[in-house]
Every structure is written in C-alpha cells, then in structure tokens.
C-alpha cells in the first residue's frame, strides 16, 4: 500500500505473478532485454525468416514439447550456419537469434520459429566483412529442402533413441514400420520457409522485437468479452485475406488453447548463434565494429544499480512514484499486505 506525501491518496499495488507466460507480468523483462540487444545490432542489414513446421507434426509436437522444439532450433540454426558458409552463397561466418512461436492467431498449435539474420558475415580469417546481396539474403527453397532433411534426419533419431512418447491419438506412430511411412510423407512435402524483406535499419529490428519476444499466445487487448461462458476474442484470418474476425469459445476450451504454448519448465526460447552466440559476443562484434569503422559500444556503468522505478522512468518517460490523483506528490511505501489465511468455515 503506498500513500501520496502530498494529497493522501492511497495506492494498492499487487504482486506480479512474474511467470513469462502471464500477458501481463513481462513488460520490464522485455524493457530491459531489448536494452542489451541494442548493444548487439549493427550499422547493416538485418533479415527475418520464418521457418514452420508441417501441420502433421503438431500432434506429435505437442506431446514431446522439449524434443520437438529443440530438434526445431537445431535444425534451423544448422541450416542457416551452413548455407552461410557456403561460397556460392556467402562464404562467412554469420549471426542471428532464433524466437520460438507455437500458436496461430485462433490459439491452435502451429510451431514456427523467427530468425533475425545479418545480412552478412565475418570472414573465416575475421579479418574481413563480407556483405549479402542487396534486399536478398538465401534462396528460399534451398532453404527450405534443407531445413526439411535436417529436421527430419533429427527426428529419425530422436525415435531411434526412444526420446518421445506416442500416447493418445499418435499411439499408432509408435510403430517403426508407421513412423518410416510417416516421414516418407514429410520428406515429399515442401515446407513453409518465409524470408521477409529486410529491415529499414537496426531500430525497426528493435521495434519488431518489442512485439514479438515476450509475447504469449493472446494479450488482454484482444479480449473482447467474457460472458456467458464464452471468451470472445479477436484474431486475424490469414487464410481469408488477412481479415480481422472475432472468436467465441467455451472458457474451457479458451483455456485448453492457451494451455497448449505453456513451455516447458526452464526450456529456453530465445537463442543466439554465430556472431551472436554467447560465449564471445562481446569480442566478435567489437571485431565486426571495428572492420565496418564503427565504435566501439561503452557500457554505461550508471544503468546497472538502477531500481526498476528508475529503469521506467528512463526508458519509457514513466515516473511510477509520481501520485497519479494529484501529481504532484510522491507515493511512499506505507505498509505492505500480507495474505490472511480465513479459519472461518466456507
């Protein structure tokens, strides 16, 4: 509970559930990652593909979560390093951040993965920097038939390892006559690989980024109404020309589609490789700054001991203590709320 020094206006605030999937607990977390990213981009051109897999992989997907995804991470970023290197390409060492989705706008399953790519890379000898064609990065089909055998060659052995469960409505693929017939039939489809035009520069990557990485399934803004036992909604129609439709569903069913892109415990869902990759960002890119005659990024010492009221108050303009009734005061810490346990019969 906090009090206005000025007029005496009380403030409740609750606790944050903190759990990244909540619509409303990511806000600072996703503040404060987008302010270390932007020590990462650089003065050149940045691509965003999407690679997805087949929609005869989501009910399997959905029953092996940690499996599926990583094998999905695996194979994306396996293609991309490898067609990067490739001299009838580009011939060099790239960077880029993989972002796992798993839901479509009507909260069904539909896993896909987004890449930010540079567009370019180091030399082998990081010596020289070698940029992509203009307003292209890879073909898109050797793309895609190469990210559909290294997803499927994965796949084959994680089934060979005894890595995943067929319970339910899969059971049949437990089989390994039926699983061999199942990739079969993956292996003659050409996947979805979708490689966007590049962005107008490294603040549209950050803009795109602040929409996309710590969003769950659905937001409260597209929540229209909840009456009757029924969750209406909004969502986009891409089969149908992009229209923008509304959704009813029963809560329960509302609720079992949201369920369905709760993560794993702990499993990691922004991941970085190549120039990107954790273990010598730092280095490579100071490397990548200093052959495109850039400088150097100094870390502000200042930004570190901030308190989160501080870190808002910067970064968006927002002064969490200022009173909201009066503005003029400022709200201070009166007590704070404990949970009452009630031994009163219901």
């Known amino acids: 509970m906090d009090e206005c020094d000025t007029?005496?206006?009380?403030?409740?605030?609750?606790?944050?559930?903190?759990?990244?999937?909540?619509?409303?607990?990511?806000?600072?977390?996703?503040?404060?990652?987008?302010?270390?990213?932007?020590?990462?981009?650089?003065?050149?051109?940045?691509?965003?593909?999407?690679?997805?897999?087949?929609?005869?992989?989501?009910?399997?997907?959905?029953?092996?979560?940690?499996?599926?995804?990583?094998?999905?991470?695996?194979?994306?970023?396996?293609?991309?390093?490898?067609?990067?290197?490739?001299?009838?390409?580009?011939?060099?060492?790239?960077?880029?951040?993989?972002?796992?989705?798993?839901?479509?706008?009507?909260?069904?399953?539909?896993?896909?993965?987004?890449?930010?790519?540079?567009?370019?890379?180091?030399?082998?000898?990081?010596?020289?920097?070698?940029?992509?064609?203009?307003?292209?990065?890879?073909?898109?089909?050797?793309?895609?038939?190469?990210?559909?055998?290294?997803?499927?060659?994965?796949?084959?052995?994680?089934?060979?390892?005894?890595?995943?469960?067929?319970?339910?409505?899969?059971?049949?693929?437990?089989?390994?006559e039926t699983f061999r017939e199942f990739l079969k039939g993956l292996y003659s489809k050409e996947w979805v690989v979708y490689c966007k035009p590049p962005f107008k520069g490294p603040d549209m990557v950050l803009q795109y980024l602040g929409r996309y990485t710590h969003r769950v399934a659905i937001g409260n803004h597209r929540i229209i109404n909840i009456e009757d036992d029924k969750v209406s909604f909004r969502w986009r129609d891409y089969s149908d020309g992009n229209k923008n439709k509304i959704m009813a569903l029963d809560v329960f069913e509302f609720i079992r589609r949201f369920l369905l892109h709760v993560l794993p415990n702990r499993f990691v869902k922004i991941r970085y490789y190549g120039l990107l990759g954790n273990r010598n960002r730092r280095v490579i890119l100071d490397q990548c700054r200093k052959l495109l005659r850039i400088a150097v990024i100094q870390v502000n010492k200042e930004y570190v001991s901030e308190t989160w009221q501080e870190f808002l108050l910067r970064v968006c303009g927002v002064d969490i203590m200022k009173c909201p009734f009066c503005e003029k005061g400022k709200m201070l810490r009166r007590e704070i709320l404990l949970l009452e346990r009630c031994n009163s019969p219901p």
């Open 7 to 176: 007029c005496g206006a009380i403030r409740i605030s609750y606790n944050s559930c903190r759990n990244r999937h909540c619509p409303k607990c990511q806000f600072t977390r996703k503040e404060k990652w987008l302010e270390a990213r932007k020590q990462d981009l650089l003065p050149i051109q940045y691509f965003h593909i999407v690679f997805t897999i087949p929609d005869e992989l989501n009910p399997l997907a959905l029953r092996n979560q940690r499996v599926i995804y990583n094998i999905l991470f695996r194979s994306v970023s396996e293609t991309l390093i490898q067609l990067g290197k490739d001299s009838k390409h580009l011939g060099a060492n790239i960077g880029f951040m993989n972002i796992l989705h798993t839901w479509g706008q009507n909260l069904m399953d539909h896993p896909h993965i987004h890449c930010i790519v540079s567009g370019g890379g180091l030399s082998f000898d990081n010596k020289r920097w070698i940029p992509c064609r203009k307003r292209f990065f890879l073909p898109v089909k050797v793309l895609s038939r190469l990210f559909r055998g290294k997803c499927l060659y994965h796949l084959q052995k994680s089934y060979q390892s005894e890595e995943m469960i067929f319970p339910g409505n899969i059971s049949k693929l437990k089989n390994s």
